[in-house]
């Protein structure tokens, strides 16, 4: 099933809604007919076991850039389905079926407390609020210290009357709290907890600044940040407040920003992602890599829409030394194949929500069953 994003870069592959009357313009009965009466006779009888020509027809069926045509959605549903089906075929499990040489590595967690943004109804200016472990750690260890740590968070929260719910991946609705006084809640459960900031945990922060800008500055809790000011927050927040993640720091096309403050924390063990500003495209990622832009990138299979190329910005990361980190979307499902890519794929990061609603815990879980499983 076909994710989708809550906030999403310009250049991500096109959603097929109807926006009709039905489920507030977000159907897809037109996403089904495509694929019933135009798709479907193209694909039936092709071999499974050949990806990239699956892909290839889907491609050649809609040349778009943005995959205007089928839609991402559409894309990505056949494009996944076909890896799966050729998994059971085989009668291998589907992280065994993506690795290409049968080595597999289970990534680092990166586990979100605090949802805000786009995926907390912009209560918060910051879009995600997580917690990974620097170091690698044994993977349940690191689910007991994040339990830990959130269940110390939601005890602060309710004592100072501060707990409103939960975002769309799960992590608190932060109220009225601003990005400092949320890293103090984490950094607090943190120590309380008697874990080493820093060097046990450290937090990461994805800005989806995108949201945040307007008119060449960035607007945060009713204030105007020029890109030099919010370089200055974000060394900031590194420095004294454990950040050692940030992503999508600035608008997509502010690729000169990116390289800057990358230059500024290159020493500081803070490294620069790019989400809406590579959109997991081969091309934005070439660009973003020539220009010295990042350190890393978020994987989302529906922003470029197939298995093929998902893989291809994949294997381009790896030569080139560029972190990866597979994520879900903030519209997601119990679906559990995320877990599977990125032990196949030898992601070094996964980015799946909180510790809360089932479609998070689905993915986290799964990642338990295949370590046991290679263990």
């Known amino acids: 099933m076909a994710p989708s994003g809550a906030s999403t870069g310009s250049s991500e592959a096109l959603e097929l809604r109807d926006k009709d009357d039905m489920y507030d313009g977000k159907d897809v009965k037109n996403a089904i007919n495509i694929i019933n009466e135009e798709l479907a006779p193209l694909l039936i009888n092709k071999s499974c076991l050949n990806q990239e020509n699956f892909d290839f027809i889907l491609n050649s069926f809609d040349k778009s850039v943005l995959k205007s045509k089928i839609g991402g959605n559409v894309s990505i549903a056949l494009s996944l389905a076909n890896y799966i089906s050729a998994s059971k075929y085989m009668a291998k499990p589907l992280y065994e079926h993506c690795s290409i040489n049968k080595k597999y590595k289970?990534?680092?967690?990166?586990?979100?407390?605090?949802?805000?943004?786009?995926?907390?109804?912009?209560?918060?200016?910051?879009?995600?609020?997580?917690?990974?472990?620097?170091?690698?750690?044994?993977?349940?260890?690191?689910?007991?210290?994040?339990?830990n740590i959130f269940n110390t968070v939601k005890k602060e929260l309710k004592k100072n009357n501060l707990l409103k719910g939960y975002s769309d991946e799960g992590g608190f609705w932060p109220s009225n709290l601003n990005y400092i006084e949320i890293c103090e809640y984490i950094n607090n459960a943190i120590k309380k907890n008697?874990?080493?900031?820093?060097?046990?945990?450290?937090?990461?922060?994805?800005?989806?600044?995108?949201?945040?800008?307007?008119?060449?500055?960035?607007?945060?809790?009713?204030?105007?940040?020029?890109?030099?000011?919010?370089?200055?927050?974000?060394e900031k927040l590194n420095q004294d407040y454990n950040v050692k993640l940030i992503e999508d720091p600035f608008f997509e096309k502010d690729f000169d920003s990116f390289k800057k403050l990358k230059k500024k924390l290159i020493d500081k063990s803070c490294e620069i992602i790019g989400d809406d500003l590579t959109c997991t495209n081969i091309d934005l990622l070439k660009?973003?890599?020539?220009?010295?832009?990042?350190?890393?990138?978020?994987?989302?299979?529906?922003?470029?829409?197939?298995?093929?190329?998902?893989?291809?910005?994949?294997?381009?990361?790896?030569?080139?030394?560029?972190?990866?980190?597979?994520?879900?979307?903030?519209?997601?499902?119990?679906?559990?194949?995320?877990s599977h890519l990125a032990v196949g794929w030898k992601t070094d990061m996964i980015k799946v929500g909180s510790f809360s609603r089932s479609e998070r815990t689905s993915k986290w879980n799964e990642l338990i069953r295949i370590q046991e499983q290679l263990n």
């Open 106 to 147: 289970i990534p680092i967690p990166e586990i979100q407390i605090f949802g805000g943004g786009a995926h907390a109804g912009n209560i918060s200016s910051f879009q995600d609020f997580l917690i990974f472990s620097p170091k690698k750690n044994d993977l349940l260890n690191f689910y007991q210290m994040t339990f």
């Open 287 to 338: 660009n973003a890599v020539n220009l010295n832009s990042i350190d890393g990138i978020i994987i989302k299979l529906n922003q470029c829409g197939t298995i093929t190329e998902t893989i291809n910005v994949i294997k381009f990361c790896k030569k080139n030394n560029i972190k990866t980190i597979l994520s879900a979307r903030s519209g997601d499902t119990e679906e559990n194949y995320l």
């Open 194 to 234: 008697n874990y080493e900031i820093g060097e046990d945990v450290a937090i990461s922060i994805d800005v989806a600044a995108n949201e945040l800008y307007s008119e060449k500055k960035y607007i945060i809790h009713n204030k105007e940040y020029s890109v030099d000011n919010l370089i200055k927050t974000y």
